[in-house]
């Protein structure tokens, strides 16, 4: 598994030891996507000194967050059970969610998180979900990528009534196809979903041997819209960086939940995808960028080979980077 570094190790890994002090310097602000006009009302001259030190201070506060906040990777939730079955308690609330702190916004969430829980099973599991809506609008869950029984797949007016303010849906269904997957509202799902009704559904095969090996096993959920460009619901600098060692096999499974295509681009090493949608590849293939439509999943290994702070972002440049600093889907994959 990965160790978490402290910040001298990762900017030694990053090749930054020596930009430390003078990162220490900066008082650190938050990047805004918004364009740098007043930065270039000052001339040219003034303009690419504020937009170095925007983006100095962006990467600071990235760097001195790093290992900080492993939420950001999710929380799995812990079923109950009632013999076999693994019971699930979702409860979907209108809160306030910080892509970044100090900016909360109105968000719908599964459990109070932004993704909402992962809910993990093995293959043959019986599974039961139950959905409480506390929100003010009416919602649904649907199983996206799961293999269900047709009343389960949670369509309003297709297979089911919506789940009105206050009403609770029990969806029940045994575990068939193996893969990552996801669950979120299919119900006014423009808003719900892309306000933060989402979260990761993974169905680990029934034989072991038929996982690839990986020393660490991330998520990455991709967002975009209401919210603004996220990475497990946080925007750079805010996001975390994978932590490695050198010589580590780390799994990666993206998940696009958002109504915009995001070429996951990975520098320095390439990734082997293995699955497409939870299905293995008849033949898997390497590549560097990884484009992940809505609705789509690709599970990738990335073989740490080379050591370095790599930089790891969506390549709309625009859903990384303004004038500002970067800023959205924007990580870093770091092999100390
Ligand atoms: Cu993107």
Wanted: hydrophobic residues 40%; charged residues 15%; proline residues 9%.
């Amino acid at each position: 598994m990965t160790e978490i570094v402290t910040r001298r190790g990762f900017l030694k890994a990053a090749g930054l030891a020596g930009a430390g002090a003078t990162l220490a310097a900066c008082t650190p602000k938050p990047p805004s996507p918004t364009p740098a006009s007043t930065a270039m009302a000052m001339g040219p001259a003034g303009a690419i000194a504020d937009m170095d030190a925007e983006h100095e201070a962006g990467v600071k506060i990235f760097l001195e967050g790093a290992g900080k906040d492993p939420a950001f990777w999710g929380t799995r939730l812990t079923p109950t059970m009632d013999g076999d079955t693994k019971v699930f308690e979702i409860t979907c609330q209108d809160i306030q969610w910080e892509v970044q702190p100090g900016a909360p916004a109105a968000a719908m969430a599964y459990n109070r998180i932004v993704p909402g829980p992962e809910i993990r099973v093995r293959e043959g599991d019986p599974v039961r979900v139950v959905v409480h809506n506390q929100m003010a609008q009416s919602t649904a869950v649907h199983f996206h990528g799961v293999i269900v029984p047709n009343a389960m797949d949670g369509v309003p007016y297709v297979t089911q009534p919506p789940i009105k303010t206050g009403e609770t849906f029990t969806y029940e269904f045994t575990a068939r196809n193996p893969g990552s997957h996801m669950y979120h509202s299919h119900h006014n799902a423009a808003e719900q979903v892309t306000r933060g009704l989402l979260g990761p559904f993974i169905i680990e095969p029934g034989d072991s041997a038929q996982e690839p090996a990986a020393d660490a096993d991330y998520t990455l959920v991709l967002n975009d819209t209401t919210l603004g460009f996220t990475l497990n619901g946080r925007s750079f600098p805010y996001t975390q960086p994978i932590l490695a060692n050198l010589g580590d096999r780390v799994r990666i499974r993206y998940m696009n939940e958002g109504l915009l295509i995001h070429p996951m681009h990975l520098h320095g090493l390439p990734q082997l995808v293995f699955a497409k949608d939870g299905w293995p590849l008849p033949q898997p293939y390497r590549c560097d960028t990884v484009n992940v439509a809505p609705g789509e999943r690709y599970d990738v290994i990335v073989e740490c080979s080379e050591p370095g702070a790599w930089a790891f972002h969506c390549h709309v440049l625009t859903h990384a980077e303004s004038a500002h600093g970067m800023f959205g889907m924007v990580t870093a994959l770091v092999i100390s």
